[in-house]
């Protein structure tokens, strides 16, 4: 009797084991289909141009980051006391200007690779990726910081040399929110995007 309920504890353990493994290697996978991504969209970059990466991007972005998450660190104290219609337009503001932060930043492509480490480290209840785009001569940490949600694991916050995106958004954001709010931020983000794209 010993022996079976042994063998069968080993059993169950061994089941558990490519579960638990694979729980720990979604976070890394989700940044490593992100960069996949993104590397194939900057191989199109030139015939694309920047509308066509930011149109391909969009279901991209909005599929791996938590957006609303995202911009509700973004905003600030401010976020609470603003109206849910408000919320939700600044969350479509600031995803639009993000995915067009990326169609900017990564425009086309000259022999860069991006690199992710497997092991994923953690910081509370969220995963922390450790990940770099290699250029010729040159190398970015771009590490993604993560949380779980219904959908699944999804961006938070990316650093890149350690230098948290959130964090510098939300000092860049912090004047236009004090004088007006989200509204004044979504109609300035949408401006500052639109002229980017007639260009």
């Given at each position: 009797m010993?022996?079976?309920t042994?063998?069968?504890a080993?059993?169950?353990l061994a ?6 493994a694979?729980e720990a290697?979604?976070p890394?996978?989700v940044?490593?289909d992100f960069?996949?991504?993104l ?15 930011t149109?391909?991007?969009?279901p ?14 973004a905003?600030g ?5 603003t109206?849910p219609?408000q919320?939700?337009?600044l969350t ?5 200007h993000s995915?067009i932060a990326?169609?900017?930043n ?37 590490n993604y910081?993560l949380?779980q949600?219904?959908?699944g694991?999804?961006?938070?916050d990316?650093?890149?040399d ?12 912090a004047?236009?929110l ?5 509204a004044a931020?979504t ?6 995007d ?6």
């Amino acid at each position: 009797m010993h022996k079976l309920t042994t063998a069968l504890a080993v059993m169950a353990l061994a089941a558990a084991a490519p579960a638990a493994a694979k729980e720990a290697s979604e976070p890394a996978a989700v940044v490593a289909d992100f960069n996949a991504s993104l590397l194939a969209t900057m191989k199109e970059g030139k015939a694309l141009g920047l509308q066509g990466r930011t149109a391909k991007l969009l279901p991209l972005v909005k599929a791996t980051h938590d957006m609303p998450a995202m911009t509700r660190l973004a905003a600030g104290p401010v976020w609470a006391a603003t109206p849910p219609a408000q919320q939700a337009a600044l969350t479509d503001a600031f995803t639009r200007h993000s995915v067009i932060a990326y169609a900017v930043n990564f425009a086309s492509f000259d022999g860069q690779r991006f690199t992710v480490q497997p092991k994923v480290g953690t910081r509370g209840a969220d995963a922390l990726v450790h990940a770099a785009i290699v250029s010729k001569g040159s190398t970015t940490a771009l590490n993604y910081r993560l949380h779980q949600t219904d959908g699944g694991w999804r961006i938070v916050d990316v650093f890149a040399d350690g230098i948290s995106q959130i964090a510098v958004q939300r000092a860049e954001f912090a004047a236009t929110l004090k004088a007006g709010g989200a509204a004044a931020l979504t109609a300035k983000l949408a401006a500052a995007d639109d002229s980017k794209l007639r260009k």
